[in-house]
């Protein structure tokens, strides 16, 4: 049996025969009390993020907007701290909170909207990010920010959207330099994964998969890179081949 797990060796040991590294890895993860937080948790893709979570045994605190406002720094430090003490540590951050999609002429676009797309999705990344580090650092856990294909088009009618997308997407690389090597940070840039019927057609058409995903498609990304242990400052784009058809897009 191992001495700290009680476990037979044999299921304890990666390299032991028969037992393959993931599978070790899958099996200590059962047994640990791995914790996770993600903001915008109360949402659709949050919350398919959450629930799949749960279901690999992850002790997850799903927050929402009642839950705090991440557009300040305050906001964000009191949800880390309510977190970590309801979960007693940090083994996985998600931040999937965000504002601001809605689709506006340049010229009608105010000041309001950039607070609202630049806050949670910009700042608030930033701010909870930077709380949560040393949590993170002692568990030698993860970031995963839930980015978005907007990122990397340049949408006219979504202009804030898109620039604070792009700001989350290079704080995903700015965190892995800043908190390698104890923590790994990751990103994911779902394509469109929820759409009104009527668009449904077009909008899969936009894919060389002939069809929208999912939010469960983007809970999957999340569960992955959770765990691959060598994945760290890139981004796992879940749009069904949306960004390769780009150039043959309408802009929204």
């Not at 779902?190 to 929208?212: D, F, M, S």
Request: with cysteine; proline share 6%; hydrophobic share 45%.
């Amino acid at each position: 049996m191992g001495a700290a797990t009680g476990i037979p060796e044999s299921e304890s040991t990666p390299y032991a025969s028969g037992t393959s590294p993931y599978a070790s890895k899958q099996l200590l993860t059962v047994l640990a009390a791995v914790r996770a937080l993600i903001t915008g948790g109360t949402g659709r893709v949050g919350s398919a993020i959450a629930d799949r979570l749960r279901a690999e045994g992850w002790d997850v605190v799903a927050a929402g907007r009642a839950d705090g406002d991440l557009s300040t720094a305050a906001g964000a430090q009191t949800l880390v701290g309510a977190a970590l003490e309801r979960l007693g540590g940090l083994d996985l951050l998600v931040n999937a909170a965000g504002e601001g999609f809605i689709p506006r002429p340049l010229d009608e676009v105010q000041e309001s909207d950039w607070d609202a797309a630049l806050g949670a999705t910009a700042k608030g990344s930033f701010f909870v990010t930077q709380a949560a580090a040393p949590a993170l650092r002692e568990a030698r856990g993860v970031v995963v920010m839930i980015e978005d294909v907007a990122a990397y088009q340049p949408w006219p009618s979504f202009a804030a959207h898109c620039a604070a997308k792009a700001a989350q997407a290079m704080l995903t690389r700015v965190f892995a330099r800043a908190l390698a090597p104890e923590v790994r940070v990751c990103g994911v840039a779902p394509g469109t994964v929820a759409v009104e019927p009527e668009q449904l057609e077009r909008r899969a058409a936009e894919t060389l998969l002939g069809r929208i995903g999912s939010p469960a498609d983007v809970a999957d990304a999340v569960a992955y890179l959770a765990r691959a242990d060598f994945v760290t400052g890139t981004t796992l784009v879940v749009d069904g081949g949306r960004l390769l058809q780009s150039m043959r897009l309408t802009p929204p």
